[in-house]
């Protein structure tokens, strides 16, 4: 079985996790196995040899390729109607064993879960992304209105804790959200793309900031795409250059 090192930590800022681990055992955000360890390393060797980011995906969007699409590394969705955003990495899928533990942490306010989404994220693919260039770091926001019902943006809890870039600046103030009521849940394709028209916006004084820039936006899960792809738009109808999307849950094909 695989054994993971963990990364020096900051003093002080994860002190305190540091003698919670050192002292008190914990149990696994997946098999609730009490170990050191937020996630067990038989959860952890799971994840590393099943998740998404082991397979041919398509550059675009993250999607897992079909073998008539590896030539081309582009899905057909992204080949038939090219989207706004031009990278996309992804840690597992949606229906993988990281999805209970991302409920538990969004609907549950379980918010240690959070931390230990993002120390999954930092021990399998923080590596591979470590040399990419962008300026900003931006979680894909709440409404006001929804951030004050669920107490927390679940996005920039896990963002805000994952290893990049001393050059990559976070910030969940300068992308914001429109408040509206519908959900997109079972939704269809079409349906998704037309809500999310107009949803989000850059806050004036922070346009300057990322006139010709790449930018990094996280997300927690990507399903249609559609979120995602006009928060694209939008930036790039701001100044922005460039796109690059990390998610931590990826649906396998577009809802």
Same mark, same amino acid.
């Given at each position: 079985m695989a054994q993971y090192t963990?990364?020096?930590?900051?003093?002080?800022?994860?002190?305190?996790?540091?003698?919670?681990?050192?002292?008190?055992?914990?149990?696994?955000?997946?098999?609730? %196995?009490?170990?050191?360890?937020?996630?067990?390393?038989?959860?952890? *060797?799971?994840?590393?040899n099943e998740g998404i980011f082991n397979y041919q995906s398509c550059d675009q969007c993250g999607l897992a390729l079909r073998p008539?699409?590896? !030539?081309?590394?582009?899905c057909a969705s992204c080949q038939l109607s090219n989207p706004y955003f031009d990278e996309t990495y992804c840690l597992d899928r949606y229906t993988g064993i990281l999805q209970v533990p991302l409920?538990?942490? %969004?609907?549950?306010?379980?918010? !240690?879960?959070?931390? !230990?989404?993002? *120390?999954?994220?930092? %021990?399998?693919?923080?590596?591979?992304?470590?040399?990419?260039d962008a300026s900003y770091l931006l979680p894909v926001p709440l409404s006001t209105q929804k951030l004050a019902q669920r107490g927390f943006n679940q996005s920039w809890e896990i963002a805000k804790r994952i290893h990049c870039g001393r050059h990559i600046q976070k910030s969940p103030y300068m992308l914001w959200r429109h408040h509206y009521s519908e959900h997109q849940a079972g939704s269809n394709?079409?349906?998704?793309?037309?809500?999310?028209?107009?949803m989000f916006y850059v806050q004036p004084k922070h346009i300057e900031q990322?006139?010709? %820039?790449?930018v990094i936006v996280f997300d927690d899960v990507m399903t249609s795409g559609a979120t995602l792809n006009e928060i694209a738009r939008i930036l790039k109808d701001n100044g922005v250059s460039r796109v690059i999307n990390w998610v931590l849950l990826r649906a396998v094909r577009p809802i």
């Open positions: 963990q990364r020096p930590m900051r003093f002080p800022e994860n002190i305190f996790q540091t003698i919670f681990e050192q002292l008190l055992p914990t149990g696994c955000i997946v098999c609730q %196995k009490f170990q050191k360890y937020s996630i067990c390393n038989y959860c952890l *060797d799971i994840v590393s008539e699409e590896m !030539a081309l590394q582009c409920h538990e942490f %969004k609907y549950q306010k379980r918010i !240690a879960f959070g931390c !230990a989404l993002s *120390d999954v994220w930092n %021990k399998l693919l923080s590596w591979q992304l470590k040399d990419i394709l079409e349906n998704r793309y037309l809500s999310t028209r107009g990322l006139q010709n %820039k790449t």
